[in-house]
């Protein structure tokens, strides 16, 4: 199975989980929970406009974690097909994602080494895990899976390997998922002359809800694609 034809699988993977998110993620539940600053009749305004705030604001955060996801699989790719460390790789797979540019800025230099290497050693065993699906001479996915992996390693790699939420969890408090709006450009008119030029949403709590239930989603239907793939072996 060649690297494109792994990456193939990946995007897909990584489409159906992005938008099992989104049909999770919850505009309103972030308005009421994580907006800092305004008082309610800023938001009251927002929620009434909840449609455009996905378009402007949601979605592309959407498309961007998308493209870095991607990109990070690309560098989780490059240390897989070579034969070095992974530490030799550290700074371009941290630096191509999404979650180590959201841990705390104001997190002590020891605390954010070590949820760096959490989320390094779950990229590692990323790559260690692909490396089979790429030396296979299969093109399909499944068929490189049933070729090169038994149904317990096979297992492994969807449910521990694709589980990419899991590094977050363990250490909620480490990372802050945020965006500033301006909501006069949103609301536009007299509403927009009464919000505050410019204000924070945090959505950490409610971005990782919809990940997690996502991505469980797409491994539970992976799941059953491995049963019935590997039927009888």
Do not use: C, N
């Not at 959407?62 to 990109?71: F, G, I, K, P, W």
């Not at 992974?86 to 540019?101: C, K, P, Q, S, Y």
């Not at 969807?158 to 590094?167: N, R």
């Not at 006069?184 to 959505?203: D, K, Q, V, W």
């Amino acid at each position: 199975m060649t690297r494109d034809a792994v990456m193939d699988g990946f995007e897909r993977f990584v489409d159906d989980a992005i938008e099992g998110t989104a049909a999770e993620f919850s505009v309103s539940r972030v308005l009421r929970r994580g907006v800092h600053g305004p008082g309610g009749a800023t938001v009251d305004r927002l929620l009434k406009h909840s449609d455009l705030l996905w378009d402007r604001v949601v979605q592309p955060e959407l498309d961007s974690y998308r493209e870095q996801t991607v990109a990070q699989f690309a560098a989780i790719l490059d240390y897989a097909e070579s034969s070095d460390d992974v530490e030799a790789h550290r700074d371009e797979i941290l630096g191509a994602g999404t979650f180590a540019a959201a841990i705390r800025d104001d997190l002590p230099a020891e605390r954010r080494r070590r949820v760096e290497d959490r989320l390094l050693a779950h990229h590692e065993s990323l790559g260690d895990a692909v490396v089979p699906l790429i030396e296979s001479p299969e093109t399909d996915f499944w068929d490189a899976a049933r070729a090169t992996l038994d149904a317990a390693e096979a297992l492994d790699l969807i449910e521990e390997q694709f589980a990419f939420t899991a590094p977050l969890l363990e250490h909620r408090d480490a990372f802050e998922l945020a965006t500033t709006i301006d909501p006069s450009a949103l609301l536009g008119g007299l509403g927009g002359l009464l919000t505050p030029s410019r204000i924070e949403i945090e959505y950490t709590d409610e971005a990782l809800r919809a990940m997690r239930r996502g991505e469980r989603q797409v491994i539970a239907e992976a799941k059953r694609e491995l049963d019935r793939r590997f039927d009888g072996t």
